[in-house]
């Protein structure tokens, strides 16, 4: 049952990572209905596809964005967000089906259960979310909400951790682990909820376009700390809509998340976990490199993907470096 899962881990992080390619190729838009099932099936003739780029002409993207657009140049930007959506049934078909047998089979260990069940409803909400986020974009402007691209996102990492999480706990009730205490574990949930605040800035970030506003490195521009910080009113609402605020937070964020990444890493090498150490360093400064990078050279399309990827691989690794600071096994039901 471990490895089901870790497959279908494997199967949302490459849709995570399709997610992203879809954002920067602004491909998001593309499919103008959401047909869970019928939708399965892609536009298989010229009529068909006619059909299709016609009710794309409809919306606010075309007109304000893509006006002139061939059918060739539309197939293109379809194909991200078909795939996009294709992935995301996969990893609802692969949860559901084997979870059925399993049942059927009465194999699913005391406690799993409602667990695994609603792993099963994550990724139905993660389809509506999904749905609710490409609609706020084809009403009166050419994009989606932000707020609503990062709900998206924040969900698909949440079932990510999700599935991670119950595959080590299967694979130590299939070894008879118990819990191991004394381990450095008060770094978790303070770190979990920075890089959870990092990832929700991050796609704030993109969902604004603010990646392009400043494309230097430290400073923003030729200063430290831009003006305009605090221009929309209530002031909180500038760490929201304020692409200016929420880059200047999310490169800075950047900087409080490596530093404490690196000394968790520490931690866990002198308390003996030298592989979770090494992976949970390694993976925050590529992280770090990347977004940089990403910065300098306006957001190019691969070194966007690769960044948010190389976020997903930070949450991985912590993951595993969670789970062996807290023990290593599951508490009993």
Known sequence: MSIWLLVAAVLV??????GGTTRLTQSGL????WEPVSGIVPPLNEAQWQDEFDAYKAYPEYEAINRGMDLGEFKAIFLWEYVHRLLGRLVGIVLALPLAWFVLRRAIPPGYGKRLVGLVLLVGLQGVIGWWMVA?????RPDVAHERLALHLVTALVLLVGLLWTALDLRAVAAGRTAVGGRPSGWVWLFTALIFTQFTLGAFVAGLNAGHMFTTWPRMGPTWVPSGL???TPIWTNMVDNPIAVQFVHRWLAVVVAVFALVIATRLRRAGAT???VALGSAVVLEFVLG???LLHGVPVPLGVAHQAGAVLLLVATVFASYWSMGG???QP
């Not at 593309?30 to 209905?33: F, I, L, N």
């Open 13 to 18: 992080f490459v849709m995570i990572v399709v």
């Open 30 to 33: 593309s499919m103008v209905r």
């Open 136 to 140: 706020s974009g084809l009403v009166d």
């Open 230 to 232: 605090t221009s929309l």
């Open 275 to 277: 592989a979770h150490a």
């Open 292 to 294: 940089v990078m990403t």
């Open 329 to 331: 096994a599951p508490r």
